[in-house]
């Protein structure tokens, strides 16, 4: 047993993916098994958002059947653990697996310590592993000669498990070839144990999730007085006009919603509204259109909820784009000059970008599968806490980020290009609302052979989130890894955040944004748009690894709804620009 100490480990982001419990790791030369994270900092988030933000993570195992039950423990109020490393005490760790190869003849030994029978005493580690999709992990049985008790292994170019081969090293008598891949788990009963590589993803993939939650609760509060998600979602569908939903007043629409959402019946909080316009004492913004209970209708319930997310990721102020003589910045306001002209933001088909200087993100892992194949077609294995809760394992940061959000009346026609819509909307708010009542955004690991609006809009969203991170990476100098997105695909907007907080990369993004916004939005329009591998990728979906692809966590999605095709050709959203 041994204990990693932070300076080995280079820093707290690599080890929230990297070193977690059940997880082998290369560390000094060898393969180890992350035990535990020793003492770690609890950190303090909304239980109840937390709460939903992890059961739409776990939905994905649940509607195939592989969550495990878990789904159902966190529904039923199941303890929640939400844990950050401790740095100054860092993890412990085991070798593992146990077994040794000899440097000098491939002798296979259960002891590093012992000289081996060649003579030579350089060991080096079995670097194979057995797993199963329960979450079993075990190390490989290895037979011996039933004459010399004695085995030895080849050595393969490759890192195919069929390629070994298990041979006595006195009588040269053939044990075994591969690793009888297939037999019964030992942790489960069940068959289908499997073998490779212990860092292979099919040994162990961690899953993780982001949502925007601020280290301060009274941000929540503020908000939640101000109306809550309902106050945010009248915010958003009007435009954003205010800095925050705070700042500014609601319609009538989202007064009576909210008046309803603390329990007053409807026809009381009505009342109430009239009575408040009446008296002339409070002024209510225009409404959009909407009917009082619809704001408050299930179908807008994951609007309300981005609405929210966006509201809290602004609470602390923003600079925007199409502002260039002054704005607002963590409380304090100062004359700047224009960071990017109106003219590319219009070419580009976004209604504004915004810098965020202090984005509260939570980047959290609450559990890992094992197995090829699709994620989700393996069992979701998810981390114990105490008195049979969940834990999980999470960052909580301030960070810096970019805002985009897509003008509605231009994907309103991209739409009825497509022929998913009908008449364009005559006005922005109008397309706001239309789009909120008309997209339904599909679960990540839903398939549509027929697109759909909501396909369609997760798709052209994504695809230029990472389109964006792409381009971001090169005017920033920023590692493409470095960057993260977080969709909110009900507004039409996307978030760009620096998942570092190093030194290096804090900064970058306001640099871009202060100096290069308009050569950003030139290359997001002009940059090649072709793959270097077409016209294969092309006819297999626009997206691969060479031209869209991002790794996890920079991308939550799992590269799906990702399309070149949505944004440039005849059809594309760039189409006309």
């Known amino acids: 047993m041994g204990r990693a100490e932070m300076r080995e480990l280079r820093g707290a982001s690599q080890i929230l ?9 290369d560390l000094k030369g060898g393969v180890w098994k992350v035990d535990k994270w020793l003492d770690p900092v609890r950190l303090h988030v909304d239980p109840d958002a937390l709460r939903r933000r992890l059961l739409s993570s776990i939905d994905l195992w ?7 039950g878990t789904y159902a423990e966190v529904e039923g109020g ?3 653990e939400l844990l950050s490393l401790n740095v100054e005490r860092g993890l412990e760790v085991k070798r593992y697996p146990k077994i040794w190869v000899c440097k000098s003849c491939r002798r296979i030994g259960g002891n590093e310590e012992a000289r081996c029978r060649c003579g030579a005493n350089v060991w080096g580690q079995f670097h194979f592993i057995g797993f199963h999709s329960c979450g079993w992990l075990g190390e490989p049985w290895i037979p011996r000669c039933p004459e010399h008790s004695e085995a030895m292994v080849n050595a393969p170019s490759s890192s195919n498990v069929g390629d070994l081969v298990f041979t006595c090293p006195v009588c040269r008598r053939e044990l075994m070839r591969g690793l009888r891949a297939g037999r019964k788990c030992p942790g489960c009963g069940k068959q289908g144990v499997s073998y490779n590589v212990h860092r292979a993803a099919s040994v162990y993939m961690p899953h993780s999730f982001t949502m925007v939650n601020p280290p301060r609760p009274d941000q929540v509060r503020e908000l939640t007085a101000a109306g809550g998600a309902v106050r945010c979602l009248d915010w958003a569908l009007t435009g954003m006009v205010e800095d925050r939903p705070v700042d500014g007043v609601q319609t009538m629409a989202a007064f009576v919603a909210t008046l309803m959402s603390q329990g007053l019946p409807e026809t009381a909080a009505r009342a109430a509204a009239e009575a408040a316009a009446g008296s002339g004492g409070y002024d209510f913004a225009s409404d959009v259109a909407l009917g009082d209970t619809d704001l408050l209708g299930p179908r807008f319930e994951r609007a309300r909820e981005e609405a929210f997310d966006i509201a809290l990721a602004v609470h602390n102020g923003r600079r925007r784009a199409r502002n260039p003589t002054t704005f607002t910045m963590s409380g304090s306001e100062r004359a700047v000059r224009p960071p990017t002209s109106t003219d590319g933001l219009d070419r580009t088909g976004l209604t504004d970008i915004d810098l965020v200087d202090r984005f509260p993100v939570l980047r959290a892992v609450f559990g890992y599968t094992r197995g090829s194949g699709q994620a989700t077609s393996n069992r979701l294995v998810m981390y114990r806490g105490r008195r049979g809760g969940r834990r999980i394992y999470g960052d909580l940061s301030e960070t810096e980020a970019l805002y985009f959000r897509l003008d509605p009346l231009k994907t309103c026609e991209w739409l009825r290009a497509r022929g998913l819509l009908g008449a364009t909307p005559g006005s922005q708010s109008e397309a706001r609302r239309l789009l909120v009542e008309e997209v339904t955004i599909p679960r990540r690991t839903d398939e549509f052979p027929t697109p759909t609006i909501g396909s369609s809009v997760l798709t052209l969203v994504h695809t230029l989130s990472h389109r964006t991170i792409r381009q971001l990476s090169v005017l920033s100098g920023i590692d493409r890894e470095s960057l993260a997105e977080y969709l909110v695909p009900h507004h039409l907007g996307y978030f760009v955040y620096a998942a570092s907080r190093s030194d290096f990369v804090m900064g ?11 050569l950003l939005l030139d290359r997001l329009l002009n940059a090649e748009s072709r793959c270097p591998l077409d016209p294969g990728c092309s006819r297999g979906g626009s997206a691969c690894p060479a031209c869209l692809h991002l790794g996890e966590p920079s991308c939550t999605h799992y590269n799906r709804f990702l399309d070149r095709r949505t944004l440039f050709g005849s059809s594309g959203f760039f189409a006309a620009r």
Not at 17 to 25: I, R
Not at 62 to 68: E, I, N
Not at 508 to 518: P, R
């Open 17 to 25: 993916y990297g070193f977690l419990p059940e997880q082998t790791v």
């Open 62 to 68: 649940r509607h195939v059947g592989s969550d495990g």
């Open 78 to 80: 199941c303890e929640l």
């Open 508 to 518: 970058g993004l306001q640099a871009v944004f202060e100096s290069d916004l308009d």
